[in-house]
Nanobody, 122 residues
Framework: QVQLVESGGGLVQAGDSLRLSCAASGRIFSTYVMAWFRQGPGKDREFVAAISGSGTSTYYPASVQGRFTISRDNAKKLLYLQMNSLNTEDTALYYC???????????????WGQGTQVTVST
């Protein structure tokens, strides 16, 4: 089992950058596929990025490809999401998640954090 705690959210202006972190507890962090999802106001939960256990493979949807970068530090049990060129459409509650399968589907992730709010203003 793993517990996840996100941090790093905040209020930024369009065009700014922000880095989110997710701290994990548990002994086998490196065996989990990790991902970021987000849920904007009035929207469904949306896949943002995934990274393999080793960190060698990453996967993004077109909406964030080239702007967001997911990474992990298995020694420190940390997951990151570097977000650049933010726009108002990126406003959402951002969640990190851990699972056993490399996937964009939320159903494949058994463990979730509580989320950190990112608000992008014009």
């Amino acid at each position: 089992q793993v517990q996840l705690v996100e941090s790093g959210g905040g209020l930024v202006q369009a065009g700014d950058s922000l880095r989110l972190s997710c701290a994990a507890s548990g002994r086998i962090f490196s065996t989990y596929v990790m991902a970021w999802f987000r849920q904007g106001p009035g929207k469904d939960r949306e896949f943002v990025a995934a990274i393999s256990g080793s960190g060698t493979s990453t996967y993004y949807p077109a909406s964030v490809q080239g702007r967001f970068t997911i990474s992990r530090d298995n020694a420190k049990k940390l997951l990151y999401l570097q977000m650049n060129s933010l726009n108002t459409e990126d406003t959402a509650l951002y969640y990190c998640a851990a699972g056993g399968k490399y996937s964009s589907s939320a159903w494949e992730y058994a463990y979730w954090g509580q989320g950190t709010q990112v608000t992008v203003s014009t």
